[in-house]
């Protein structure tokens, strides 16, 4: 079971947010990668504060589905998420194609989603 739990604004030094912000971007470039190699059509929508990050689109002669990718991407083994309360209504919402990608080491070259 998922348990959210929302917990105060932290104020992050600078190099927090920075580091905080590479691995992010590498866990999207890692997911990204991962869904385009397995023939899926990727579009960033992390800017439009839909509840997830990554809209993967596959296409074949009997049609096609998408599938709604929410990102986390961490620096180490240990799985532990957060979710919005934004990202936990949307999944609810969207419970057949909605997938949480966790990409644990992001910042090794060989990470997985």
């Not at 579009?43 to 596959?58: H, I, Q, T």
């Not at 934004?86 to 644990?104: A, F, G, P, Q």
Request: charged letters at 30%.
């Amino acid at each position: 079971m998922l348990q959210v739990r929302h917990t105060p604004d932290l104020t992050l030094s600078q190099s927090d947010f920075e580091q905080r912000q590479k691995i992010e971007r590498l866990a999207m470039e890692a997911t990204t990668r991962w869904y385009e190699e397995h023939h899926y059509t990727v579009v960033d929508v992390s800017k439009f504060n839909r509840g997830w990050d990554l809209e993967a689109r596959y296409r074949s002669r009997n049609g096609g589905f998408s599938l709604l990718l929410e990102v986390k991407g961490l620096s180490g083994d240990d799985i532990s998420i957060e979710l919005t309360p934004n990202e936990y209504s949307e999944m609810l919402n969207h419970k057949d194609n909605y997938r949480l990608c966790i990409v644990t080491k992001a910042e090794n070259q060989y990470s997985r989603t």
